[in-house]
């Protein structure tokens, strides 16, 4: 681990945030395995059923402790597969210890990202002994929820997923919803607005269908899609005006970038162990969480080392590092949604165009571009009608 600590402070500082390069997100791939199959997911490998090791992770962060590796405020999630497979024991078990290496020291946020579909009876102890929060899946009615997030033997999930919500309620656990869109919910906005404000549920985040991993399909970008997404944008910023209507993050977080004409956004995938995240069998990946598992041959594996051996590679580092930083570079000579989106993300970049450099790509068209077009649109409209 001296090794480790000792080559990361061999990057140079401009790259830090403070006077080391905090790490302030740690993602944990409990294990990649999955019991359902999406039609849209970007992980490979998910009928492994290998398990993350418990020793070898308290370890790790014991370290990361003890070198002053941590920030002061961190979090940790457990993502990529389904980390309910384990059960509510070994949550219970393992942020136990977790919380007693970091004490009085660092504080944390447990959280977990889940399909849902496993909570039950068995969690509520788990719930109200431990701060958790969950981010749950849901992708809106039954007929539609099912028809993209099926089960393994090709059933529907949505009922199990209400039920898991019920639990979540009934326990006072703190969750958030995230839907990824389809033709049918941006054809007809209203399904989600009804759907959600029906189960009291009054903020979601919406993801696009990317190019990503191994899903090769993102939403049809066509003539249409321009007008589609509009329509679908002004929909819910018209219901912003409603007490209980459903809004949406990425609608919300687009406003006020415009509105406040703030400072293009420092993201965290663009800067070095601001967020680590550590697979089932130990390897380390940082800048985009979606590099886990990936390889690719200009760059070889993503991983940049193990937690095994604590091996650690510089070079792939550095070389990412400036080929991210080039990137935004790039997006921000050429680019006017630059300030709203301080250069994209580089998974997005990678899975599409192959490299991290390019300013130009599909899922910065949908989710940047032609979202902040049709709100710029509309708050002119807004105003102009004042």
């Not at 869109?181 to 906005?189: I, R």
């Not at 800067?271 to 590099?291: A, K, Q, R, V, W």
């Given at each position: ?5 000792k ?5 140079p500082?401009n ?21 359902i ?16 090791s ?9 370290n990361?402790?003890?070198?002053e590796?941590?920030?002061s405020?961190?979090d ?10 384990l ?6 078990n ?19 990202q ?5 909570l ?9 002994s ?17 028809k993209y ?14 039920s ?10 703190q ?15 209203k ?13 979601i ?5 990317e190019i ?17 997404i ?15 209507g ?23 995938e663009?800067?070095?162990?601001s ?16 590099f886990?598992?990936?390889s ?11 937690i ?10 550095n ?6 930083e080039?990137g ?16 994209g ?6 899975f599409?165009?192959?490299n ?12 940047i571009?032609?979202?902040?077009d ?5 708050i002119?409209n ?5």
């Amino acid at each position: 681990m001296e090794i480790f600590y000792k080559n990361l402070n061999t990057i140079p500082y401009n790259i830090y945030y403070s006077n080391r390069n905090k790490i302030k997100t740690v993602i944990l791939q409990a294990t990649p395995f999955c019991n359902i199959d999406c039609s849209y997911c970007y992980l490979d490998n998910r009928n492994s059923k290998i398990k993350m090791s418990d020793s070898k992770i308290l370890e790790f962060i014991e370290n990361l402790l003890n070198y002053e590796m941590l920030a002061s405020e961190i979090d940790i999630i457990w993502h990529c597969g389904e980390p309910l497979i384990l059960g509510a024991d070994y949550y219970n078990n393992i942020i136990t210890l977790i919380s007693e290496i970091l004490k009085n020291k660092i504080k944390v946020t447990y959280q977990i990202q889940t399909n849902g579909t496993l909570l039950n009876e068995s969690w509520i102890n788990v719930l109200t002994s431990k701060k958790i929060f969950f981010g749950i899946s849901l992708d809106g009615p039954k007929e539609i929820h099912d028809k993209y997030r099926k089960d393994r033997k090709g059933n529907g999930t949505f009922d199990n997923v209400i039920s898991g919500l019920k639990i979540l309620k009934e326990t006072n656990t703190q969750f958030s919803v995230i839907t990824v869109l389809c033709q049918e919910t941006l054809e007809n906005p209203k399904i989600l607005s009804d759907f959600f404000e029906s189960l009291d549920i009054k903020y979601i985040s919406l993801n696009f269908p990317e190019i990503e991993g191994i899903n090769k399909k993102g939403l049809p970008y066509n003539n249409s899609t321009n007008l589609k997404i509009f329509n679908f944008v002004k929909f819910f910023y018209d219901k912003r005006s409603e007490d209980n209507g459903l809004k949406i993050f990425q609608i919300e977080h687009t406003i006020k970038s415009i509105l406040k004409n703030t400072s293009p956004p420092i993201l965290s995938e663009h800067i070095p162990f601001s967020t680590l995240t550590i697979s089932s069998n130990g390897d380390l990946y940082t800048f985009s969480p979606e590099f886990l598992g990936f390889s690719h041959k200009k760059y070889g594996s993503f991983k940049i080392g193990n937690i095994n051996n604590y091996d650690f590679n510089l070079d792939k580092i550095n070389n990412f590092k400036d080929e991210i930083e080039r990137g935004v570079k790039n997006c921000e000579n050429s680019c006017e949604y630059f300030v709203i989106c301080g250069g994209g993300h580089p998974a997005s970049k990678f899975f599409e165009q192959g490299n991290m450099e390019c300013s130009v790509h599909r899922s910065c068209e949908l989710n940047i571009k032609i979202l902040t077009d049709s709100i710029s649109r509309l708050i002119f409209n807004n105003l102009s009608n004042k």
